[in-house]
């Protein structure tokens, strides 16, 4: 604790002005079917990963679609890619690609800086 | 399309009654400390500058309200302490109240919209008076905020204005933030001028003194203080926290100053500018300055003419430098920290635009 004793905590109210929502476009362009998820829970709830981590993909996809990108990239590399959360998908989202081109999102950005 | 005369009409609903003169007049516990200079300048205005009869007793004392906010003071108490108030106010021929503090007004309203609704709590706290003082008392017949009188005032200042609101170098008027109290007009409206939806007391002065004021997203935000938050050291981050999401807020609209008619709400803008940067590193204002926050008697002071070091503004967190340079004010900076007679006073630490 610093020297006050308390600190400034950040609000917990979703800024849609000021969060940066490039992820979420990106995807929409390469993987259209990322559009189409309802946040039913049907990925997280057969996923293994999610099993014995904290591992979520439908939080991911509400991550990403409000621009919460901070929070996001240590979750990406808890992916195994096995694939079966397109298995139950029930709108058809190709879960798979939307993490491989969101891990790949963020090595582009990494080489950019 | 709204008519004209029907806006006229429904605004008026909107106004408060303000006596124009012969004052009983109360201090705020807090101002006296931190923006000593304001309560000091509103007597001078209301008797040198306009003319007018301003009672003080120095028989007054707090009105608990800080006690009462932390659930200290029983509701009694406090009934009994305003009564001994308005038994001074009596005693001293005065009808109407002027109140200095924003706690405080908020306190006299809900104090006597529950003796209105509740005519058996007046009875008893006039027979708690009576016990314990021997006083007797009457309901005032006006209670105005020390800053509705000022507004009431507002176009008789601007007459007689040395100075107008305006940036001396671009020429362009202040952009100024209004800010005011939640005790002020939040929990009765009509005690406010403009109600608690459109609030005019301290943007009218602004207008009226030609300034700019800035509409921002959290321009009804709390200032943070809010006493449950502030009086636990561990809980005071709920405090700050409330005011960086204010200042964050009106940031972008590159402010030059804050104007507020709340004591509690003048303080924590100030004094948290400090803590925010250092804490965090973070300043408000345009190139790593902060925000200097005024009291709407400062301004209206230094709109007159006023010697800045004479209105107390040295004494804020936030040094008003930047503002005054705008402003196109003569400033000395070598009699800044001292006495009347010419004596050098001690020089405050850790202010922020030096």
């Given at each position: 604790m610093n020297k006050f004793g308390y600190s400034v905590a950040q609000p917990r109210v979703i800024d849609y002005e000021s969060n940066d929502r490039s992820l979420s476009e990106y995807l929409n362009a390469l993987e259209p079917s990322f559009r189409r998820c309802i946040e039913c829970g049907g990925c997280s709830a057969t996923c293994t990963a999610a099993a014995y981590t904290s591992f979520s993909l439908r939080e991911l996809h509400v991550l990403i679609r409000r621009g919460e990108s901070r929070k996001?990239?240590?979750?990406?590399?808890?992916?195994?890619?096995?694939?079966?959360?397109?298995?139950?998908?029930?709108?058809?989202?190709?879960?798979?690609?939307?993490?491989?081109?969101?891990?790949?999102?963020?090595?582009?950005?990494?080489?950019?800086? | 399309m709204m008519k004209n005369e029907g806006k006229k009409r429904i605004w008026s609903d909107y106004q408060k009654e303000i006596a124009d003169d012969h004052f009983f007049y109360v201090r705020s516990c807090i101002r006296q400390s931190f923006f000593p200079g304001s309560e000091q300048f509103f007597l001078n205005l209301m008797r040198k500058v306009l003319g007018k009869d301003v009672y003080e007793d120095p028989a007054h004392t707090t009105c608990t309200g800080i006690g009462y906010h932390s659930d200290i003071v029983p509701a009694a108490t406090i009934m009994t302490v305003v009564a001994r108030h308005f038994a001074l106010m009596k005693e001293a021929g005065y009808k109407n109240l002027a109140v200095s503090c924003v706690t405080?007004?908020?306190?006299?309203?809900?104090?006597?919209?529950?003796?209105?609704?509740?005519?058996?709590?007046?009875?008893?706290?006039?027979e708690y008076l009576f016990k314990a003082t021997g006083r007797e008392f009457d309901i005032p017949e006006n209670v105005a905020h020390t800053s509705?009188?000022?507004?009431?005032?507002?176009?008789?200042?601007?007459?007689?204005?040395?100075?107008?609101?305006?940036?001396?170098?671009?020429?362009?008027?202040l952009k100024i933030v209004e800010h005011i109290g939640c005790h002020y007009s939040k929990m009765f409206p009509k005690s406010g001028i403009g109600g608690a939806e459109f609030p005019h007391v301290l943007s009218g002065m602004i207008d009226a003194w030609g300034g700019e004021v800035i509409d921002y997203p959290e321009r009804r935000h709390c200032c943070g203080f809010g006493f449950r938050q502030y009086l636990v050291q561990a809980n005071r981050g709920y405090s700050l926290s409330n005011t960086v999401k204010k200042f964050?807020?009106?940031?972008?609209?590159?402010?030059?100053?804050?104007?507020?008619?709340?004591?509690?709400?003048?303080?924590?803008?100030d004094k948290w500018q400090y803590t925010a940067k250092e804490l965090e590193g973070i300043t408000f204002g345009e190139k790593g300055e902060s925000i200097p926050v005024l009291t709407y008697e400062e301004l209206a002071g230094l709109v007159l003419g006023m010697n800045p070091w004479d209105l107390g503004l040295q004494y804020h967190m936030v040094q008003s430098?930047?503002?005054?340079?705008?402003?196109?004010?003569?400033?000395?900076?070598?009699?800044?920290?001292?006495?009347?007679?010419?004596?050098?006073?001690?020089?405050?630490?850790?202010?922020?635009?030096?």
């Open positions: 996001i990239q240590s979750a990406l590399k808890k992916c195994m890619l096995c694939g079966k959360c397109t298995l139950v998908c029930p709108r058809g989202v190709n879960t798979r690609n939307v993490i491989t081109l969101a891990r790949n999102f963020k090595v582009s950005l990494n080489n950019a800086v | 405080s007004f908020g306190l006299y309203t809900e104090i006597l919209e529950t003796w209105k609704h509740f005519p058996a709590e007046l009875e008893k706290t006039r509705d009188i000022v507004y009431s005032f507002r176009d008789q200042i601007a007459a007689k204005a040395k100075i107008k609101l305006v940036n001396s170098i671009t020429g362009e008027p964050n807020s009106m940031k972008p609209y590159k402010p030059d100053m804050i104007l507020a008619n709340c004591p509690g709400c003048t303080m924590f803008m430098e930047p503002l005054l340079r705008k402003l196109g004010v003569e400033i000395n900076a070598s009699d800044k920290y001292k006495t009347k007679d010419g004596k050098q006073m001690p020089v405050p630490q850790n202010l922020i635009n030096v």
